[in-house]
Structures are given as C-alpha cells and as structure tokens.
T-cell receptor
Framework: NAGVTQTPKFRVLKTGQSMTLLCAQDMNHEYMYWYRQDPGMGLRLIHYSVGEGTTAKGEVPDGYNVSRLKKQNFLLGLESAAPSQTSVYFC????????????FGDGTRLSIL | SQQGEEDPQALSIQEGENATMNCSYKTSINNLQWYRQNSGRGLVHLILIRSNEREKHSGRLRVTLDTSKKSSSLLITASRAADTASYFCATGGTSYGKLTFGQGTILTVHP
C-alpha cells in the first residue's frame, strides 16, 4: 500500500524554467492538497481539490497552477520558476474534508537557481 | 498567515522524560490535529481532537483542547529516542478540510 507518492523527489531548475510535480494516491481519497514548507514558516497551502475535475486556491497560489484530471492524481505546475519558489513541496490527501486526517507524501525538494 | 503558534520552538529532553508541547490559535475551529515529521520525511498524523472534545489519548500521547483559551497541548509520556522529530499542530475550521499549520516544535530526545 503506497499511500501518497510524489515524483520527483529532488529537482534543480534554472530561473524561468517550468516543471510539473506529480502526486498520486491509491486510497481513493476525494480531497487532495499541495503545500510548501519553508524554514520557520510551517506548511502553507498552495492549492487544493475537493474532487476529480475541481481545483481551488489556497493561501499562496501565485506562480502555481494545478490540475486534477483523474481522482488519484494531483499535478502542481510552476509556470516560470523563480528563486522564491525554492522550497519543499508536500502533497496530501484525505477521505473528505472536515474532521479527517490528511495523509502526506515524502515531499519534493525543489531548488531554483 | 499562521493560525497556530507553538511553544516551545525547540525542546531537548532525556529518554524516559515526558515532553509537553503547546499550541495556541486565534479563530474558532472544528478540530485540531497533531502531526509528526521526521527529518527529510513527510508529516504523519498523530491524533485529531474535535472542538467538542477536551482530552484524547493514543498510546503514549495525550492531547488536551481548551477552546475557551484557544489552546491545545500534546504530551508524550516516557519519551524515546525515536520520538525525536518536529511536531506540528494544525487547525481545521472549514468544510473542505483546510488545515492551517503552526511553525512546529523540534523535539530532541537524548538516549
């Protein structure tokens, strides 16, 4: 049982390049989330999805886009990478929204040079 | 903006001692959750306490919630070196399950 799988685990980009981070979950969860974690900042919500075909903005959505074409996958795209987007990105999923725990992947460590 | 403020930022104890971490928040909530993060790994859910609950136990973990003071505490009893990790509180307050995380407490348990 894999849970939440994130690919890639590490990536280095140059400023201005684009890339897509993939999150896959095998728990048939409806809700999925993308967070970024920066030193001393805790986790901040970038975008989330409450079901296949839906997406919504979180706390820090600028510079990112997402898609949820299949229930098990949630993609995070960086359109034109900036050094400020250097961070660790975590994907999470939950059965449904309220009063449910979230299950996290092990993260993608992204450096923008 | 961070909903949860955790205290202390770092805690260093000896194996066998108890560890207490505190979390304060600002707005009304539906639930409060605690997560553990080992170095280089993702967050692992530990315990969820609903706003109408005051205390919850899970193994060596005890969580209390005081909604009148907008605060929660996580107690780890008889700590082990394997408990060394960062611990985060997260508050849930909306229907779609959005969680707002605190900055975390770094716990170091010395063997």
């Amino acid at each position: 049982n894999a849970g939440v799988t994130q690919t890639p685990k590490f990536r280095v980009l140059k400023t201005g390049q684009s890339m897509t981070l993939l999150c896959a979950q095998d728990m048939n969860h409806e809700y999925m989330y993308w967070y970024r974690q920066d030193p001393g900042m805790g986790l901040r919500l970038i975008h989330y999805s409450v079901g296949e075909g839906t997406t919504a903005k979180g706390e820090v959505p600028d510079g990112y886009n997402v898609s949820r074409l299949k229930k098990q996958n949630f993609l995070l795209g960086l359109e034109s990478a900036a050094p400020s987007q250097t961070s660790v990105y975590f994907c999470a999923s939950s059965i449904q929204g309220i009063n449910q725990p979230q299950h996290f992947g092990d993260g993608t460590r992204l450096s923008i040079l | 903006s961070q909903q949860g403020e955790e205290d202390p930022q770092a805690l260093s104890i000896q194996e066998g001692e108890n560890a207490t971490m505190n979390c304060s928040y600002k707005t009304s909530i539906n639930n409060l959750q605690w997560y553990r993060q080992n170095s280089g790994r993702g967050l692992v859910h530990l315990i969820l306490i609903r706003s109408n609950e005051r205390e919850k136990h899970s193994g060596r973990l005890r969580v209390t919630l005081d909604t009148s003071k907008k605060s929660s505490s996580l107690l780890i009893t008889a700590s082990r070196a394997a408990d060394t990790a960062s611990y985060f509180c997260a508050t849930g307050g909306t229907s779609y399950g959005k969680l707002t995380f605190g900055q975390g407490t770094i716990l170091t348990v010395h063997p």
